[in-house]
């Protein structure tokens, strides 16, 4: 082993230091760099935390509040805060948590009686007491047998089962004075970076808010959001019918073969909803208008073709308008901060000319359809001239469909808006669940590979502008839809797992992608693999996976 190794820097300078340094010691000599807390670091594109002792030459990138990965880690530290601010509060409590809401994390602390807002306000200030005491966060490695008897003692049966069912010897855990657990990823060493938060009391739990990488130095503005609390209700609903709300007992249908029983129902509960939706609006004779938004990889158009289907049952003719024909010609698109053509920009659409068809359409009269050139750039008309009648409404599918302004020359009390998102029902365990996000991310890299010839690395590398994209032009408008549909199948990511696991392994260890790669790896590694064939041909999963029976 070298007596000495060389570091360097993201910066591009380079030092020396002895070997078995630990990255604590090199970040104090970089401390000054950094306007927000460092919470571990990127090693030879290896994520790290700052405990880790150096061996050999590398190259280190430290992350904080600026980057992806720093408030991911800030986050999922702040919940393991949470974890053990309740423990000592509340010793014969039971936190779980449930799900992203509100700018921050949801959760539930059973206590055999309502929540109050004075328990929130006791277990808020002992997290800020335990931050103050500059507490380590120390990470055990011990056999799983060791990780399984803890977990015993304390009656946590989820984190039990899926111990059991991991195909490794050695599990990390992580300890916070007395309170331990089971985290999915790397932590913060001490509790003494963890300040800026909040709880606040949300009838029948409690939020979590934390900082955002765009401005991690405060506390985003609350925002109520009452539907999507109600579409996450929902899904928990849908679990609980489905007897399946943890990783770990979806695993246990796999050999027991009840598989195909969970999927049967799963699918049954996605096409009652969207009768249920069919027939809200065929209720509303006003009705001329069907907006449908929702982030990448929500499935929106398998959903779209599905209402459709529902819609006719109900003795009605809808008739679907493609948004991307209205873009405008390429010259005329604007640009984002990068200087690249901005499509997911509401001023990519030609508004006054979709506007007019509209307008045109729902008067009766016929109008001239115009059809987008991808190769050429520029719109054209090929003579596909439609005409509509009372009992045809339109359709409309894209990312702007909850903004008022795409369909501003329209009353409201014509349009029913629609807002599909994969808000999974299913957890890893009650203290760390199945982001949103991650799911529809391995949605879109299957989906990319399947129809788009595009390798996981690429859409790693779109994932944050897709990203950026979302947050501008659907999240703030979200509540101003009228019904929501989750378009999350519980036992979907099962499916998904052996369609991404090669593709993600290919993503090398050179790549800024590979951390990224190797956490949705470690994600997917927790669930057992099932087969495809029982997934019906109209299965919104079929829109990633293949042999939908809405496409060629």
Request: overall charge neutral; glycine content about 4%; aromatic content about 8%.
């Amino acid at each position: 082993m070298k007596s000495h190794i060389t570091v360097r820097f993201i910066n591009g300078e380079s030092k020396n230091y002895a070997a078995g340094t630990t990255l604590l010691t090199i970040l104090a000599d970089m401390r000054e760099l950094y306007t927000t807390p460092v919470v571990a670091a990127k090693v030879n594109n290896e994520i790290r935390d700052l405990r880790y002792k150096l061996s050999g030459d590398c190259q280190i990138d430290f992350l904080d509040l600026h980057t992806d990965h720093g408030i991911k880690i800030y986050q999922r530290s702040l919940t393991f805060l949470l974890i053990a601010a309740a423990q000592e509060v509340f010793p014969a409590g039971e936190l779980t948590v449930e799900h992203s809401l509100s700018k921050g994390l949801y959760c539930e602390l059973y206590l055999g009686r309502p929540l109050t807002k004075e328990d929130v306000a006791r277990l808020e200030a002992r997290m800020r007491q335990i931050a103050v005491e500059d507490r380590p966060i120390i990470r055990k490695n011990m056999s799983k047998a060791e990780a399984i008897a803890l977990f015993t003692a304390s009656g946590q049966k989820e984190k039990i089962k899926l111990l059991k069912q991991m195909k490794r010897d050695e599990v990390k855990l992580y300890y916070c004075g007395e309170a331990y657990g089971y985290m999915y990823g790397t932590m913060t060493p001490t509790t003494s970076d963890l300040k800026l938060f909040e709880l606040v009391y949300y009838e029948p739990g409690l939020i979590l808010r934390f900082p955002e990488k765009d401005q991690p130095e405060k506390l985003p503005s609350f925002v109520d959001q009452p539907k999507l609390a109600q579409i996450f209700a929902e899904a928990e609903r849908w679990g609980k019918i489905l007897h399946c709300g943890y990783v770990a007992t979806l695993n246990e249908c796999v050999p027991n073969k009840s598989i195909g029983d969970i999927i049967r129902v799963a699918e049954a509960l996605h096409e009652k909803k969207i009768a249920q939706i069919a027939d809200f609006v065929s209720q509303h004779s006003s009705v001329r208008l069907i907006l449908i938004a929702g982030p990448s990889s929500s499935g929106k158009t398998t959903f779209a073709q599905r209402l459709n289907i529902q819609l006719r049952v109900n003795g009605l003719r809808p008739i679907s308008i493609s948004l991307d024909d209205y873009f405008v010609d390429r010259v005329h698109t604007p640009l984002d901060e990068n200087g690249d053509y901005d499509f997911e920009s509401i001023e990519a659409i030609d508004l006054a000319l979709f506007n007019e068809h509209l307008t045109k359409l729902l008067q009766g009269e016929e109008v001239s359809l115009p059809t987008y050139n991808f190769k050429t750039g520029k719109r054209e008309f090929r003579g596909n001239k439609i005409k509509i009648d009372q009992t045809q409404p339109l359709i409309i599918e894209g990312i702007h469909g909850l903004n008022e302004r795409l369909t501003s020359a329209i009353g409201r009390e014509l349009k029913v808006k629609i807002y599909i998102s994969a808000l999974t029902q299913l957890s890893i365990d009650n203290h760390n669940r199945i982001p949103t996000t991650d799911a529809r991310l391995i949605r879109r890299i299957v989906r990319d590979s399947q129809f788009r010839s595009h390798d996981a690395l690429r859409t790693l590398e779109m994932w944050a502008s897709v990203r950026r994209g979302e947050e501008r032009n659907i999240f703030p408008f979200q509540e101003d839809a009228d019904i929501m549909f989750n378009s999350a199948l519980i036992y979907e990511l099962a499916v998904l797992k052996k369609y991404a696991e090669p593709l993600l392994m290919k993503v090398t260890s050179d790549s800024p992608q590979r951390p990224e790669a190797q956490r949705l790896l470690k994600f997917l590694s927790y669930f057992y693999s099932v087969a495809d064939e029982e997934i019906p041909p109209n299965s919104i999963l079929r829109e990633f996976v293949g042999k939908s029976c809405f496409y060629e």
